[in-house]
């Protein structure tokens, strides 16, 4: 069984300052990882994705976040937040042996509140 | 892609009373996924099709709730003699076969008063 952590469930930022948001996972058995956006009212938007190769991968609107195997990690970083980056993010994972279904195990979410 | 589309966005009802949701998939997306998200919480796994076989479903889908996909298209979520503990976000996903990111519709509110 997989499970993921998201310990911060409320990061407050000011606006053009660097942010991280912590994701940890849990998993008996390797893993795909996502970071998905939910802005209020509306559906999740996938961010980014971690499937294989490197291990640094980059959104385009200047979001990363690096898979660390050893710590069981993929954190979300943005060097200098904007206002319109406020939104719920939420940190996912699906099992690589996950058989048909492939469904993803969410973690509770983190709020960004970037301030001006 | 036109994206996955839901229909409604909320619903209200009353308690007692039977409710049913629809999913439209992306097109060519043959995986189709429904969660719930209730406040302050991430998205829980209900059921899962691949085309129109319904393949796993999840303990917190009681048998009051059923769901199909009858052409391997569009999908629908009936709940039964709602509770006020099934108020939440009801959400569909798709995604292609042998494709592990899931897109998401913009998702059915339903609020059981």
Same mark, same amino acid.
């Given at each position: 069984a997989q499970s993921v952590t998201q310990l911060d469930s409320q990061v407050p930022v000011f606006e053009e300052a660097p942010v991280e948001l912590r994701c940890n996972y849990s998993s008996s058995v390797s893993v795909y990882l996502f970071w998905y956006v939910q802005y209020p009212n509306q559906g999740l938007q996938l961010l980014l994705k971690y499937l294989s190769g490197s291990t640094l991968v980059e959104s385009i609107n200047g979001f990363e976040a690096e898979f660390n195997k050893s710590q069981t990690s993929f954190h979300l970083r943005k060097p200098s937040v904007h206002i319109s980056d406020t939104a719920e993010y939420f940190c996912a994972v699906s099992s690589l042996y996950g058989g048909a279904t492939n469904k993803l195990i969410f973690g509770t979410g983190t709020l960004l509140a970037v301030q001006p | 892609d036109t994206g996955v589309s839901q229909d409604p966005r909320h619903k209200i009802t009353k308690r007692g009373q039977n409710v049913t949701f629809r999913c439209d998939p992306i097109s060519e997306h043959n995986r189709l996924y429904w969660y719930r998200q209730t406040l302050g919480q991430g998205p829980e796994f209900l059921t899962y099709f691949q085309n129109e076989a319904q393949l796993e479903k999840s303990r /917190? /889908?009681?048998?009051r709730f059923s769901a199909e996909r009858p052409k391997g298209s569009f999908s629908t979520l009936e709940i039964q003699r709602t509770e006020q503990g099934d108020s939440a976000m009801y959400l569909c996903a798709s995604s292609r076969d042998k494709a592990y990111e899931q897109y998401f519709g913009p998702g059915t509110r339903l609020t059981v008063t």
């Open positions: - | /917190l /889908l009681s048998d």
